[in-house]
């Protein structure tokens, strides 16, 4: 499968971040997570713009998340998003942050998301958009290939 | 003007309000003005949803405050709302927060309102809801009053 | 084991902790987690005070949550907090977060610490402070015997 | 005065910073002006850790904000920043909020800053680190001169 190589999200970290422990508060990665999911999605083509507008929701079913090491105000994190798993109802989406400048993991975790329509009710991508539905299928499989190497 | 006595809004500051001075972040003064504002709104009889019933929606169009002493986590603060001004079409609303403990002054400041329609449309509370607006007016008139005395 | 049965912990769902699907943004239950747990340790006497003068410090290593059902603005939501797991060195607090007003689940989830010196050293709170670790531990050995009744 | 022109800040707006009227909650401009100030004061060459490591801290004395028009999620704004006044013992700051794409003005306001050691007590710039108070001084004169046509 020869799906493009989608670069990682950069974030720099806010002071507003911080927290008394003058590291980031955990709940922050969570949205970092956001961010790299949203820029995720823009890059190959299923923004949050391009998916309303065919009337697709995905909201967010889970998320996990696993502190390695700390980040601090003025640090620049590197954060890479993945297709985990994709089957057209559910979808796995995988983090890990670095450090920008050393290197060194900070995170890593995943969120989980269902597809709904404006009314609430579960929609199968596969028939509401069977182009979307090939192209996050793609980046799964890429990723089910090479997941004993890559984690 | 026999206006009920509107009970302050209390906050327990938690952990992650913090940041690294190890203090409240100053952003969070604004969301607590808002708490203080749903809430006092609620006693009145006047709160979101009654509003959003009404198709009157009430965005802020502007916000200040001043920061006179430190807040920190675990500590409870109790916040003062009232009408500073009130027009039918503009409204003004003062808060003062005080650590719950010990009294001190730990912030002033207000917030601006207009009223609008689900469409976005500017409403006049006079001419939409005649009692919201008696109400409101009643609790500005008693603040005109006091003015000098309160601040 | 005759432990004290503690109350779970009550929020109010603030306005800024919705999001434009107009529900409670999903970042926002790890935050109510912080809350729950902050308030089970001050209520079992462990609270973060009482710990830093100790000189231990929790940070967490890692959380998970599961969305079951949307909350919002004006929803007051219950948070019953437990201890799933403690060893001495490792600390596992489960969630599980209701709508006061109709019991309906909304989310669970958990939250994995471990406990530093302020330098940043792994403490044995088993060594550091054993009366703390048998109440912790007491309120684990509860929770292991009930595991398959309650969850 | 010949102080080099400082590039106004971007910043991409994130789903979590919207509410559920569909638009960037109030409070995250008081945020987006920090993110400004902070990358304005590093671009002078008195960033945060530069600050730190002479031991001066700027904490927000306070802050104003007018909304003029609704910023929503994926919108670009540019963030202007600019010495509004300085006299070595406070500091406002001023931003201007545009939309990158159609120039509209989004929103206006201002912090105010004082100066102090780790201890929290009050340092004069002046004294403690002139080049500092004579690069702000300058940013300021600039502003003053040009105040009339600006705003």
């Not at 998320?63 to 994190?77: A, I, N, P, Q, W």
């Not at 958009?129 to 090479?146: D, I, R, S, T």
Request: some cysteine; proline content about 3%; charged content about 25%.
């Amino acid at each position: 499968m020869s799906k493009k190589v989608i670069e990682p999200y950069m974030h720099k970290v806010q002071y507003y971040e911080t927290d008394q422990m003058a590291i980031v508060h955990h709940s922050n990665y969570i949205r970092w997570f956001e961010e790299a999911r949203v820029d995720f999605l823009d890059k190959i083509g299923y923004g949050y713009k391009a998916m309303e507008e065919q009337g697709i929701i995905s909201p967010v079913t889970g998320v996990s998340c696993e502190y390695k090491s700390m980040t601090r105000f003025g640090d620049t994190v590197r954060i890479a998003a993945k297709v985990l798993e994709f089957n057209g109802i559910r979808l796995r989406i995988g983090y890990q942050i670095y450090d920008a400048a050393t290197n060194e993991l900070r995170s890593q975790g995943e969120s989980q998301h269902c597809f709904i329509n404006p009314e609430g009710k579960i929609v199968s991508v596969k028939r509401a958009n069977p182009e979307f539905y090939n192209c996050l299928k793609g980046y799964a499989e890429n990723n089910e290939n090479n997941e004993t190497e890559k984690e």
